[in-house]
């Protein structure tokens, strides 16, 4: 599968802790992205990082990139409890003609007051 | 501007039954997908379309069609429904190629085959 493997599974910390998501791929890519689920809904864009970018922010994410090792890891500094959803990471590859998105597992955050 | 809507929000199946579903989109984007998310699966892509008129193979197209008559709809039709596809079905859409812009979601369609 070309799927992109999200570490860890499942992530469970106090409001106020930061969260640290990592995603691992195994092509070579365009663009990752990072999207957000909450329960019972539809998903949402967080940020999206090119291949030449290393390092993005966004309010309290930061995402880092490493194309050399072909991973990435989310950031959720200062926890609330409106965080808690699913996260998966996105990653953009272009083939010739095919440009296609492909998602990781997800990781399933809850963060607890 | 509602995004990305889709219809039926639930619906149950028999076995061999058919139905549509119905992806719309105001923002005028290109490209549209339909993906199914299964527990631990994340989401897979269906078939998608790159514009009106034209549908394409997904990485798991079996069992399902797809229609782009008009830019801002995009249809996934089940003709004989099995349990297998018991999921929940996303619609998206992107303004510029998936893999390279981000994509807008749906709320979702849970459908469940008996």
């Known amino acids: 599968s070309q799927q992109g493997e999200e570490d860890p599974q499942a992530l469970s910390i106090q409001e106020g802790e930061n969260a640290t998501m990592n995603c691992s791929y195994k092509?070579?890519?365009?663009?990752l992205q990072w999207y957000r689920q909450n329960s019972g809904r539809g998903l949402v864009h967080l940020i999206l990082i090119r291949s030449n970018e290393r390092e993005k922010h966004s309010g309290r994410l930061r995402v880092t990139l490493d194309t050399s090792k072909k991973s990435s890891s989310l950031l959720i500094t200062a926890s609330r409890a409106a965080d808690t959803a699913s996260y998966f990471c996105a990653y953009g590859r272009v083939s010739g003609t095919a440009s296609k998105l492909t998602f990781g597992t997800g990781t399933r955050l809850q963060v607890t007051l | 501007n509602a995004g990305v809507t889709q219809t039926p929000k639930f619906r149950v199946l028999k076995t061999g039954q058919s139905m549509t579903l119905l992806c719309a989109q105001d923002m005028n984007h290109e490209y549209m997908y339909w993906y199914r998310q299964d527990p631990g699966m994340g989401l897979r892509l269906i078939h998608y379309s790159v514009g009106e008129g034209t549908t394409a193979k997904g990485e798991v197209p079996d069992g399902y069609n797809v229609s782009r008559l008009k830019k801002q709809n995009f249809l996934l039709g089940l003709e004989s429904a099995a349990p297998s596809q018991t999921s929940v079905y996303f619609c998206?859409?992107?303004?510029?190629?998936?893999?390279?812009?981000?994509?807008?979601f749906g709320p979702g369609t849970r459908l469940t085959v008996l």
């Open positions: 998206a859409s992107s303004l510029l190629a998936g893999g390279r812009d981000t994509q807008y």
């Open positions: 092509t070579s890519i365009n663009n």
